[in-house]
């Protein structure tokens, strides 16, 4: 399945911190939109075969979002999965690991 992503949906995706990071994106976006490039949402269902707290088996969704309407630039890297790519959930369970109990 895919959908279009809003401009706002594909900012806010780029986690911009400057006004200079919004302007690029920004443009980017038109670039794409404007032709036949529409940035776009695939999302794909996948199941886990791991328990959620009370033992039950869950089935997640992993989403990945790319600058424009093609497949070719998806990658293991930027497929997210309970809002985390694979480098920040490694990110994450170093980030856990190291805090104090």
Do not use: C
Not at 32 to 41: D, F, L, R, S, V
């Amino acid at each position: 399945m895919s959908d279009p992503l809003s401009l706002q949906e594909y900012l806010q995706e780029r986690h911009l911190t400057t006004d200079d990071e919004r302007v690029i994106f920004t443009r980017m976006y038109n670039d794409g939109a404007a032709g036949k490039n529409q940035p776009t949402k695939f999302t794909q269902i996948i199941t886990y075969d791991a328990p959620n707290a009370y033992g039950t088996p869950v089935r997640g969704m992993s989403q990945y979002r790319s600058i424009d309407a093609s497949k070719a630039s998806a990658a293991w890297y930027s497929v997210i999965v309970d809002n985390f790519t694979e480098t920040g959930w490694l990110a994450d369970q170093v980030l856990k690991s190291k805090a104090p109990n």
